[in-house]
């Protein structure tokens, strides 16, 4: 085995034990994510009960429909009795009217019965409707909040941005203030074996976080099986993306404790500019060109791609390509400026 194999080995081994040391980096790169995720599928469990009326309109497959939607606990699903058709935007008095033809279904919610969502789609799907082909509104034409998807990309990216910023950021930061790297600095350890001996235990746990997350999605039956592997690949690009801004961010700063400070600031912003919580189209001009420019959009938008279909703004070409790029940059400019101790010139 060469010295700079056993070298690599030797380092990884110390950062994975640095990464768990620590209570609270521990907290926030492994636990505060799970939490963050729990409390958004407790609130989908808690709103999914409770009594919901049902319209069918008239198609050659109404008859089946009413028959899936009947066997829900609490739902009373019946045929749309008058002779025309519902109108556009108009429930009737009913929490949501569904129209099934073939594998395709449109479904129309009143917006403050979102706990209606869960069971039309789980009744749908066994009725052979396709979970892709489900379109779901509410009168004024807009996608209703249904809190098991959001649960969904938020912790993902709660998840990886936590694993970035307070799991690989913070602890390098942490590094430099007790004078570690500065010692690191004076032996033959080059830079970048040092970065790269961080990625190994980092990128296992976001393996663990997408893997996590494909099996609710399929548990959820919000995506197909066959197409988990496209949800992993945007979340590794996601990770790659964000790690590249954590090593920016721990490239020259010395304070852990303001960098902490910093990043829980920074987190709650880039999560709403991003559009995870609004459509971008809510949001104000000039913030929906910050917005724009933000990589964190794009990894948003490739995440609607699986989970939110009707939400997706750029094809998923443009969403991966514009994570490499960030990727590449934020990585060359993190390469650049890192530095041992803050006062090196070299």
């Known amino acids: 085995m060469s010295r700079s194999s056993s070298v690599f080995r030797e380092m990884v081994k110390t950062n994975a034990r640095e ?4 209570g609270k980096t521990a907290f926030f790169t492994v636990l505060f994510p799970l939490l963050f995720l729990a409390m958004f599928l407790g609130l989908g469990v808690l709103t999914a009960g409770g009594s919901y009326q ?11 429909a009413v028959e899936a939607l009947g066997k829900v606990d609490g739902f009373h699903a019946e045929p749309w009795k008058k002779a025309e058709p519902p109108a556009a935007g108009d429930l009737a ?3 949501a009217i569904v129209r099934v033809e073939g594998r395709e279904a449109s479904v129309v919610i009143e917006p403050s019965r ?4 869960s069971g039309i789609r789980s009744a749908l799907a066994d009725n052979g409707v396709d979970e892709a082909r489900m379109d779901f509104r509410t009168p004024d034409g807009g996608a209703p909040f249904d809190p098991l998807k959001a649960a969904l990309p938020t912790g993902l990216l709660m998840s990886l941005m936590s694993t970035a910023f307070f799991g690989t950021a913070t ?20 830079r970048l074996t040092f970065v790269l001996a961080q990625a190994p235990v980092r990128l296992a746990l976001v393996v663990v976080q997408l893997v996590a997350l494909g099996t609710v999605a399929v548990a959820m039956d919000f ?12 979340g590794m690009l996601g990770a790659f993306m964000l790690f590249a801004f954590g090593y920016l961010i721990a490239a020259r700063l010395r304070n ?10 920074l987190m709650p912003v880039v999560l709403f500019l991003s559009g995870l919580f609004l459509p971008l189209s809510m949001l104000p001009s000039a913030l929906t060109t910050v917005s724009e420019a933000l990589p964190t959009t794009y990894l948003v938008d490739a995440l609607n791609h699986d989970l939110n279909e009707a939400s997706a703004v750029h094809s998923l070409t443009v969403d991966w390509l514009v994570l490499v790029a960030a990727t590449a940059v934020l990585g060359g400019l993190a390469a650049r400026l890192f530095r041992w101790d803050q006062g090196e010139d070299r």
């Not at 990464?19 to 620590?22: A, C, G, K, P, V």
């Not at 049902?54 to 089946?64: F, R, T």
């Not at 979102?114 to 969502?117: A, D, E, K, T």
């Not at 995506?223 to 945007?234: E, F, G, K, Q, S």
């Open 171 to 190: 602890p390098l930061i942490a590094l430099r203030t007790r004078g570690t790297l500065r010692l690191l600095g004076t032996t033959p350890l080059s």
């Open 223 to 234: 995506v197909p099986l066959a197409d988990t592997l496209r949800l992993m690949t945007t």
């Open 93 to 95: 008095g009913y929490d």
């Open 19 to 22: 990464l768990f040391r620590d």
């Open 114 to 117: 979102f706990g209606v969502l």
């Open 54 to 64: 049902i319209a069918v309109a008239p198609s050659p497959d109404q008859k089946a």
């Open 256 to 265: 852990a404790e303001v960098a902490n400070g910093l990043l829980g600031l």
